[in-house]
């Protein structure tokens, strides 16, 4: 049975006329809602992770839950598929179970909160935030165990529940849930900012329905839908070929020693309708890297990506969800059946926009972007200070964004929407460490005629004994390039130990114990490049070196030459780049920088590291979800490796 909306007044909404200005004024006081969410949040929120990082995703939606303002929507739909019971006025749902909301949050550390807006006895509107927390139990510090088999180890699951009733706090419940988080304080204040956030989008939505008149808001929302669908219409029938377009991508390691594993997706268009089909992507991994990818939630990728790339003028909703369809086979990497452990989906959640980067560019090579949004890197640091005193920190590190169309790739930058670092001076104050390197990474950016970003390298000084957990990717596969351009680098995790000696550590592992004056360099992958580097002004180059982010020798990759004094050798540059024309091969579409068994033969050379062994996939399956899957490619591939 569905969910059931209780209303004490239900009578139909009417759509009316509503001129262009109205329609401009409710937009903008929608999208100034959406943003005073984000201040009430961050203004009271007590992590790192969703106080100075700003790790969390708010939204308003109209009545029927389609995302109108917001930053990643579609949360409500997998919720409203999932949730049996009521929803009635003064209702604030909580839910942190990715397998019981359809995937609509993908990991336990996600709190999504939702609130339905009710006006006049009716449901008018609904308001939704999720942020992640900082630990919600779980067998270690952060609640994202790499070595992981079964979401049982990842913490403490919220099915979806009302938490306030009639506007009344369920504390029993909220107290139960904290009792089993290791920061119970820092989860309380952030579940009471999110829930300060929904409530104030509310009023903002009750103010214009009572400023305009409900009927007036209900078509608003319904016109800025439709005007988006329209938009979208136009850009995929403009960018979209109907002919197949294949690409596929890797999760270099599942954290206990095995991989890559494919992430696969045939794009194509039939009709006006654009379709995504993952077939082909490995099965669900023994290892914590699954991500339960929701369809809508994909659709809201995938539309983000094409109007970042194509028209970003276009004001981003969920109105364009039905020119889109997406299958996504059932016990897969992208749809893994429960209790798959889900902790480090990040690494699959980046990497889908890389992959969306290829398959849209493929047919429009002007638009293609090179790799970069490549990963997530997540970093804990936890343990008893010398007073006795628990600390702990979550922190999300940044990369090297890919070089594009339009130039080149910010270097050490997020690629989630509003992300920012955490200031080093908000580290040193509030936990045991020292911040002695906070640098991009020369020449990590691919070359190209637009250059991708480079990485970052974050040095930490730890000040008390501890215990680290590692979460990262593109160690072993790189971030390619594409038009001619050069990949970038790969990540790189390096403990060097009070007594000198170093220890390369895994892109994947926790429980790393740490003395007192240990030193981590912990350097980020960088971009890929974008179209030829010979096309590179030779200026660009040499301002790129006097800025400290190519090196004289990273320059030569361009064809320049720079002399001792840093200025540009004029004849010598010309006799390289003439050597380098004459010997350059047909440009490439792609870099990846090798096939995989060079990749793995690579890695073993460069770090010293074990290249990651042939993936193992999860087995075991449900009596019902087992008659689903019969046929299917991604069944057949688990069968055949049932025997290890």
């Known amino acids: ?273 654009v379709i995504f089909d993952f077939e082909g992507t490995d099965p669900q991994s023994i290892g914590p890297i699954n991500f339960y990818l929701n369809e809508e939630m994909f659709k809201m990728f995938c539309g983000v990506f094409m109007i970042q790339v194509f028209d970003p003028q276009i004001m981003f909703n969920d109105g364009f969800y039905d020119l889109m369809e997406v299958r996504i086979p059932e016990g897969t990497l992208l749809k893994p059946v429960a209790p798959a452990a889900l902790s480090c989906r990040t690494h699959a959640l980046g990497r889908i926009f890389d992959i969306l980067g290829g398959l849209l560019g493929q047919g429009n090579p002007e638009f293609l972007c090179a790799a970069g949004f490549s990963d997530s890197p997540h970093f804990m640091y936890s343990g008893y200070r010398e007073s006795g005193e628990w600390y702990q920190l979550y922190q999300i590190g940044f990369g090297g964004i890919p070089g594009k169309p339009s130039g080149d790739g910010p270097d050490g930058h997020s690629l989630w929407p509003s992300f920012t670092n955490v200031p080093n001076e908000y580290l040193e104050s509030y936990f045991p460490l020292r911040i002695e390197t906070y640098e991009t990474i020369l020449d990590s950016g691919g070359a190209g005629q637009h250059r991708g970003g480079n990485g970052i390298r974050i040095s930490y000084r730890f000040l008390e004994p501890g215990e680290i957990s590692i979460h990262d990717d593109r160690w072993l596969t790189y971030p390619w390039g594409v038009n001619g351009g050069a990949p970038g680098m790969r990540s790189r995790k390096l403990l060097i130990h009070t007594d000198g000696s170093e220890e390369l550590l895994p892109a994947k592992c926790d429980r790393i114990q740490v003395a007192k004056g240990d030193l981590l360099h912990y350097d980020t992958w960088g971009g890929g490049g974008w179209g030829d580097p010979l096309q590179r002004p030779i200026e660009e180059v040499a301002f790129d070196v006097e800025a400290g982010l190519v090196s004289p020798g990273g320059a030569r990759r361009y064809g320049v030459v720079i002399g001792d004094d840093f200025v540009v050798d004029d004849s010598a540059t010309r006799r390289l780049r003439g050597r380098m024309k004459r010997g350059k091969r047909r440009l490439a579409l792609f870099d990846r920088g090798g096939d995989i068994e060079t990749l793995r033969r690579r890695c073993v050379a460069e770090t010293g590291l074990p290249a990651p062994r042939a993936p193992e996939f999860q087995t075991w399956v449900t009596a019902s979800t087992a008659g689903r899957r019969a046929g299917t490619s991604a069944r057949s591939s688990a069968g055949r490796n049932s025997g290890r």
């Open 1 to 273: 049975m569905p969910a059931e909306i209780v209303e004490t007044r239900p009578r139909p909404f009417r759509k009316v006329e509503v001129d262009p200005i109205t329609l401009d004024i409710i937009e903008n006081a929608m999208l100034n809602a959406r943003w005073e969410m984000d201040a009430v949040l961050f203004r009271t929120a007590m992590s790192p992770g969703i106080r100075e990082q700003h790790d969390e995703f708010p939204m308003i939606a109209n009545v029927e839950g389609k995302m109108v303002v917001g930053q990643f929507g579609s949360f409500i739909h997998g919720f409203l598929e999932a949730y049996k019971g009521t929803i009635e006025e003064g209702d604030i749902f909580l839910t942190s179970d990715p397998y019981a909301c359809n995937g609509a949050i993908s990991h336990a550390n996600d709190w999504l909160i939702l609130r339905p807006i009710f006006k006049d006895g009716r449901l008018l509107s609904w308001s939704a935030m999720f942020g992640h927390m900082t630990d919600v139990g779980g067998k270690v510090p952060g609640s994202l165990p790499t070595d992981a088999k079964q979401i049982f180890e990842e913490g403490i699951r919220v099915p979806p529940l009302k938490i306030y009733e009639r506007d009344q706090l369920k504390s029993e419940i909220l107290e139960l849930i904290l009792h089993n988080c290791r920061l119970p304080q820092w989860n309380r204040s952030d579940f009471n900012a999110i829930v300060a956030a929904v409530r104030t989008a509310e009023k903002r939505v009750i103010e214009l329905a009572d400023r305009f008149g409900d009927d007036v808001y209900y078509t608003a929302l319904d016109s800025l839908l439709e005007r988006n669908h329209r938009a979208m219409a136009k850009l995929i029938r403009d960018t979209v070929p109907t002919t197949k377009q294949v690409f596929e991508d890797y999760i270099c390691d599942d954290g206990l020693g095995m991989g890559p594993y494919k992430i696969r997706c045939t794009m194509w268009r039939r009709g006006r309708k």
